[in-house]
C-alpha cells in the first residue's frame, strides 16, 4: 500500500525497538530486569480510584466532554498554577486537556510550525519529538547540550548559531528527556528571552516537572518577561500520579493560539478521554502527598546510583536533577543500540540506547529507576560491572 | 503568537459554532431540544461496568498497553470479523486501538498522503475529515453525491471525473455522515474497484457500520477482491455502546502500513487510553443485545420522523440507512447556518447546518435522532412546522 514519503522517512521510535527485544528475550524463558521505559511505580491514590468508581455510575462519564476537557481539571489545573508559580491563567481560554503529552505537543507544533520551517532541538533530544518533526515534514536543528563538569547543560553560546531565519520553535523538555538534567533559571530565562525577541515559539514540556528532586523547580517559562506571549506548555498527569494508562495531559498557550489548537484537538482526538479527565482531578485533590514521598524516593535512587556507578569504571555518571532516569555516558567504542542489545542478551538488563535519542546520545544508555528498588538497583550495577569488565564487540 | 497557515486556513468544526450558540441560549434560561451531535442515548452495559470496576484494582489498568492496543481486544475485533464478514484479521499485524475513529482517520490519512496531494471526498462530507486534510495540507476533491429518489447515493458515474492524477485517497464514510445514508454493495464495490486498479487507498469509515437499520449491512470492502490491499477501515466503539467519552476506536490495514501508522500512534498518543480498551473489550462481550435494541430502536425513530416530517411542506426528508441522523432539504432560500441559528433562536431546538458539511450540504439541515424519543420527536416536528410556515429572514 502507498505510504507517505514522511512516515517512512520517519525513525522507528528506540523504545519499541527495545520493547521487541526484550519480548524475544523474554520468549526464551528468562526473567528481566527493566531500565527502560519512563514509568513511575506509582499507582493512582485509592480516594481518587473509589471516587472514580463511584463516578461510573453517572453517564456523563462515558460521554464526551467539551472539546477543551472537563472544566473542573481545567480549573485544578489553573489553581495549581497560581498556586505553585503565582501565575494566573485562564481555564476557559487558555487551557487545553489533551490525552497526554505527547498529544500535545504534536499539537502545539502542527499549530505553529509550517512544513518547511526548522525547529531547534537540544540534543540529545526526545524522541517523539524529533518524529514529530519527521512526519510533519519539519527540519530539526540540532542544537548539542554540553557537559559543565557531572551535568548536561544548555550551551547558551551556541543558541544563536543553532536558529535560522527559518526557526519557528525552540523546544525545551525540563527536566530534560533523555538526561534527567533540570535546568537552571538562567537557561531557561535565556530561553524565553531569545523567543521573546526572535517571534520563535517556545515548546516547553514539563512532564517531569513535578519530578525535580532539589528543594526548588526550576524557573516556569511564564514567570519570565514575555514567557506568556512566547510559551507553549505541554505536560501530563501520568507521571506524577502512575497513570500512564488513562492518557490525559494538558496544553497551557495564550487564547488565540488554543483558539486555533481546539480545531486539531477536535479533528484528531474531540476530547481526551473523560474518565481520565476525571481521575486526573481526583490525584490533584488527593495526590500530592505520594507525590513528594516518591520525589524523595527517586532522589534517593538517583543518589544510590551514583554511589554505586562510582565503582564501575567504564561508566561516566551524568547526575540527573529530576525525571526518572538519567543518561550514562560508557567507554567501549560500540554503537549504544550493539551495547543494549548486548546487554539485554548477556544480562537481561533493559535500558534504552542513546542512540535513540539522536546522534547526540551516542555513547549513552538511558537508565530508567522509575520503576527500580534499591536491591533492584544494586543488582543492576552487579550485572553492568561484570558485563563491562569483559565486554568484547562479538 | 504565530500560527500555522494550514491550520489558520481550516475551518472550523460547525458543531462547536452550535455548541456556542446553544450554550448562550441556555445561558439565557431556555431549555434546548437537542438534535445536534450525533451521540446515542445508551450507556454501557451493566456488566461491562462492574468488569471494569473490579479490573481498577489492577495496576496493570492504569499502566501504558501496548502501542496497538491490548491484545484481547484485538483478538476480540479480529473474531467480530471472522464471524460478521467471514474475514481473518491478524491481530498482531493488521489491528491498532487508537483514541476513537477521528484518531484513526488523521493517522490513515498522514500515513498514506502526501502534503501537496489531493484525496476525493464524496460531498456533503464529514467536518472532521476535510478539517484533517486542511491541517495536513492536503488538498479535498469534492465528488457531490446525488440523490436517486429519496435517498442520497454516490455519483459513480462521476467517480472517474473525480479523480486527478495526484488523488491519492477515496474517502468513504458508510453508513455515511452527514445523510445517513447506507451505500450499497454495487457502490462499496465500485470503490474499491476503482482504487484497486488506480493504486489509490480507500479510507473507509464504518463507525455507524453496527447502526444499519435494515437486515442487510452494506458490503465490506474486504470482500471486494483487492479490498484487503486498498483499503484502510477506521472504526470505533463510541456509538455502536454509548462510550463516546472513552475514546476507543481502531484501524485496520495491511501490516506493512500497520507498521508505519505504529509510528505516527507512538508520537501523538503512544497508546489508547487503557481503561477504555478494557471497556470496550466487555462491551464487545455483553453489549450486543442491546446495540440490536438500539438498532431497531433507531430504525423505528427514522421511520417515525420521515411520517411526521411528511406534514412539513417546507422539508425534504432524506431517507438514512442507518446512523444516528437525516440531512433533511428545507426550502427556504437562505444559506443554512442562518436558518439553524434562527430556529435556535426562535423555538430553542439545534440541530446542525448543512453547510457545515461543504458546500453540498448548504440548504439542509442534519437532525441527529440517536438522543431523542418519539415524543420528542412529534414536538421537534411541531416548532419544525411552525417554525417554518412563518419563516422570514429578520
New interface residues.
Partial sequence: ????????R????V??EM?AAAARRRASGRALLHFG?A?PDL??PEEA?AA??AA?DD?????????PGLAELRQAVADDYGQRWGVSLDPEREIIIT??A??AF?QAL??????GESVLVPTPYYF?HA??LQ?L?IRRRDWPMMVSGDRFALDLGRLDDGLAVDT?AIVCVNPNNPTGAVFTPPEVQALVMRCAEG?Q?LLYDEVYGRLCFGAESPLHPFLVPGGR??A?VVGSFSKMF??????VGYLI??A??CE?V???Q???????????QFLARECLRSGEVRLAEYRRTLARRADRLAELLADVPELEWRVPGGALFALVAYAPEVPSRRLALDLLAQEDVVTVPGAGFGPAGEGHLRISFGFADEPELAELVRRLRRFLRNYRIR
Same sequence: chains 1, 2.
Wanted: glycine letters at 8%.
Fill in positions: 500500500m502507498r505510504t507517505a514519503d514522511n512516515i517512512l520517519t525513525e522507528a521510535p523504545i519499541l520493547h521505559q514509568v499507582s493512582p480510584l472514580l468508581r461510573l453517564d456523563a462519564l462515558h460521554a464526551y466532554s467539551v472539546d490525552a497526554g505527547n498529544h504534536f502542527l499549530a505553529v510550525v509550517n512544513p517523539n518524529m514529530a512526519m515534514g519557528a517571534g515559539v506571549e512566547s507553549v502512575g497513570i500512564t494508562g488513562w492518557r498557550a495564550p488565540s493560539l486555533q481546539l480545531k486539531i477536535d479533528t484528531t482526538l474531540i476530547c481526551a478521554p473523560v474518565a481520565g
